[in-house]
């Protein structure tokens, strides 16, 4: 039976839900569409792995292999392990019987707990429920609203100092090996000292025929080299030092990288006191804003923390996150992911914040090249011809790799801290050795896969979206790069399969795709990316953080390999922050238009499995209400007094039910819906001065990773007018 999955998340996507939900499900309701909800927030995720919850991703998983999958997925935390540990602090307050994070899995108990808590962490949610390639775009509503009111850039400074800093040898990107397997095999991954002792780091990998498999390491101690380099050079050119990573997203990999660059800013610090914060159990790892805290337990504490004062006076000035409350860049790992962190530097000119609150030139340190150069060609085009212009640039459409945890690097089970010197093998089950690299301590060892048929499936979608927008696409592809030179053989195998007669397909380099892109962006042309699975993270932020001003208003379809849809709904790196607003003012800032889009695609593929044509009138009606909900500035404002995300959501509810009585495709649902219009727009004052009355007070939600359900929906639906009309259907 068809059903549309709506998904609970975390955060401020979460709240915003417990208002927008409702009326979904009203307004479905009345077209016999069905609608149903699976928690797959963090505290569900980690109450599931010890059986005080269902677990909902793993069922979805399920479902999002068969024809009749529909799922709506919202954003979540891709939890970081300070995350994580508030989190379970939380629920064992709420009173669930949950351990703590074991810091050292020096037990067998302590190992299984670490390896239940380790399915949470990053974006593991993502593979899970991607079982097709990603198709984003900005809806041409968007694009035209983007134009003709354009958000602000800052102006870029043809002597601007920011730059890129990378390591360019010794990482991912030099050290990566590939290779193709010729039929099914099972694999295993294994490590031998220098003494010759072996250890069997994964075994009973399976793989299929066609298949890439990679693997690369990152040489640590070039990245500290890297890192001291990078420390003097923005000292000596007196720009801030900023470091952006993926380091929540890849849980085992970017979060050592990140406590690596925690360590190389406080080198002396780490020299004098390391064996202190280790043996209290403080790693760098998770930043500062968890050492300094944690300091207070120390009998030298206090010293400790004069030691971090005084490097922090004496090296080079750190990007803050947030001035005001003296948070660095160094404080929290998912405070410097660099999906929304690059893109808002560029956005802003090329500047962060200091510690002054001022604009400052930086030096962004992006220690893995893999894809640090597109950041740079950027910033070197801004540099050169100043900031683009979103009343007259082009769009970036997105066709992105990642069915079947497509090039998961980092963010899995393959991803290794190599405890002692020696090589690390990956070796088929005839015992050949595939692929090898000599390893030191500290080593951070990555492999990952990639399944032939999601590449066939990329390439088809590729081609797909470059007829029906006819818009050249760009294969972001470097044939110097040993995982890319193995794509770029599939992907023009691929190619002769499908009709591409006048159709503009390239391959390309990153940097050069990107200097191809922006040459073409500046002209107001369009310019599809087709992307690995990182850069499909990092371009559906860059180029609609540019074009948009948020990447939270794209379009994002996953056309699903087995049928089926799943629709994710934007990003949103400021959630946090708005849910720290509305406790504190009752005010929600976030913008749930990206779910608006999503449902439209989501509904008409209902229409499609059910044979209801209801659904398709939903889809036409919510499509017509979202461009009057833009062409009115209905999105919630930026300060108390305005409408917030509860007054949009009013607003979208009247524009889409007077869509629904004024059309002529159903007439039953036009009668359902004619008094819910006439009712909603002879109490618009009256809504929203109820909405507006409960801003600037405190907001009781119960909790943060899980907030009380009675609770959260009183805070989001205050208006008692509202309530009832809507309950009227």
Known sequence: MAKIIYTHTDEAPLLATYSFLPIVSAYAAKAGVEVETRDISVAARILAQFGLADDALAELGELATTPEANIIKLPNISASIPQLKAAIAELQAQGFDIPDYPENADTPEAAEIRAKYDKIKGSAVNPVLREGNSDRRAPASVKNYAKAHPHRMGAWKSDSKTNVATMGEHDFKANEKSVTLPADDTLQIVHTSEGGEKKVLKEGLKVLEGEVIDASVLEVAALNVFLRNAIAKAKAEGVLFSAHLKATMMKVSDPIIFGHVVKAYFADVFEKYGDDLAAAGLSANDGLGTILPGLDKLPNGA???????????????????????????????????????????????????????????????????SYAGVYQVVIDDCRRNGALDPSTMGTVPNVGLMAKAAEEYGSHDKTFEIPTAGTVEVINSAGEVLLSHDVAAGDIWRACQTKDASIRDWVKLAVTRARASATPAVFWLDEARAHDAQLIAKVTTYLADHDTDGLEIKILSPELATAYTMERLRKGEDTISVTGNVLRDYNTDLFPILELGTSAKMLSVVPLMNGGGLFETGAGGSAPKHVQQLVAENYLRWDSLGEFFALVPSFELYAEQSGKDGAKVLAATLDKATEAFLNNDRSPGRKLGTIDNRGSHFYLALYWAQELANQTDDAELAAAFKPLAEKLAAEEETIVAELLAVQGKPADIGGYFRPDAEKTEKVMRPSETFNSALATL
């Open 303 to 369: 010293e400790i923390k004069a030691a971090f004062e005084k490097a922090l006076a004496e090296g080079p000035a750190l990007a803050m996150v947030d001035s005001d409350k003296g948070i660095t860049n160094l404080h929290v790992p998912s405070d410097v992911i660099i999906d929304a962190s690059m893109p808002a530097m560029i956005r802003s000119g090329g500047i962060m914040w200091n510690s002054e609150g001022k604009e400052q030139d930086t030096l962004a340190v992006i220690p893995d090249s």
